[in-house]
């Protein structure tokens, strides 16, 4: 039994149609509204596995005008189930707005958990790294991205990037100005489908892979670089790292570094890793 007035946030395969959950079925057959990114795209799915329904629009463009819809239709004491074209709602997709706006009228919102490209992807990489950052969507304009890959220059963790075909290029281009030639990049690309393939090296070596064969370039892509090292700050004495914490507080970063370095004697290069570390965890702010 579904209940009443409650929207269904569904996921749906990322590609292999199988990858659903009997649950998600079972949702998608008994409520009374369906809406979709693409009604076409939905419609196929639901018909490979028998299932018709009342299918409405809803996508980036018009979230906000269907929303009262479907919150009318919701205190009609209907049930309402929302999908996107792959994957999970919401995650790099439209369902943000609907949902809060399900949430405030104090209506139940259920998720109903399924594929996500991002978590696909880390599950077959073999990344040892225990944490990860999913960003999702680049800029598209190479002057953004490169701003944006900046900020995330000295994350310790895994960085989950989704990227489109035709950027991918320029996208690892990128990516190799930024954090230098060497840092680990796995691209999962067609995951779940006929030519799934899932490649890792350093950024150079995928950057010249991907130039090698233009089939590689196709696709649907998820990229997972590795973090910044951590630096051996343990290194570091006390009384170095306690003076740093105090200069920073007071100063530009590479000034309190400059002036560390000289009192101390410790090496630069490591006080200012340790710095950037305390930046970006907060200190002191
Ligand atoms: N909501 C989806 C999810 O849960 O993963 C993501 C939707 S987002 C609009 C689409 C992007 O996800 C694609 O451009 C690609 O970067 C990634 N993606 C989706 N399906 C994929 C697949 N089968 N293989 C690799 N990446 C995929």
Redesign the pocket.
């Known amino acids: 039994m579904l209940e009443k007035s409650a929207l269904y946030v569904v ?1 749906t395969p ?2 292999n149609l199988s990858d659903i959950s009997l649950r998600a079925l079972d949702v998608l057959a008994k409520v009374d509204v369906v809406a979709a990114e693409h009604i076409q795209n939905s419609r196929h799915l639901l018909a490979a596995h028998s299932i018709t329904a009342k299918l409405i629009s809803l996508h980036q463009h018009n979230e906000t005008a269907v929303a009262d819809k479907i919150s009318a239709i919701l205190d009609s004491g209907k049930s309402v189930a929302l999908v ?10 439209p369902g943000a707005i609907l949902v809060k706006r399900v949430r405030a009228q104090g209506y139940p919102v259920i998720p109903v958990p399924g ?7 880390l599950s077959a990489a073999g990344i040892m790294d225990p944490h990860f950052l999913f960003y ?2 680049l800029p598209a304009k190479t002057g953004l991205r490169k701003s944006e890959l900046t900020a995330l220059k000295s994350q310790h963790c895994t960085l989950i ?5 035709h950027r991918i290029l320029e996208c690892v281009a990128d990516m190799m100005d930024i954090f230098g030639s060497q840092r680990q990049l796995t691209i ?6 006929l030519f ?1 393939t899932i490649h890792a090296g350093t950024l150079e070596e995928t950057l010249a892979w991907l130039q090698a064969d233009s089939n590689q370039q196709k ?5 997972l670089l590795s973090g910044a090292e951590i630096s051996d700050k343990s290194e570091i004495s006390e009384q170095a790292r306690h003076t740093l914490k105090c200069l920073l507080a007071e100063l530009p970063l590479k000034q309190a570094v400059k002036l560390v370095t000289e009192i101390t004697g410790e090496n630069r290069n490591t006080l200012y890793q340790l710095a950037l570390d305390l930046k970006s965890t907060g200190y002191p702010e």
Do not use: H, Q
């Open positions: 996921a990322i590609g996107t074209d792959a994957g999970t709602p919401g995650i790099s997709d594929a996500n490209a991002a978590i696909c992807a999702g969507f990037f989704y990227e489109a075909p999962a690309r067609e995951l779940t489908k799934e696709g649907e892509f998820v990229l």
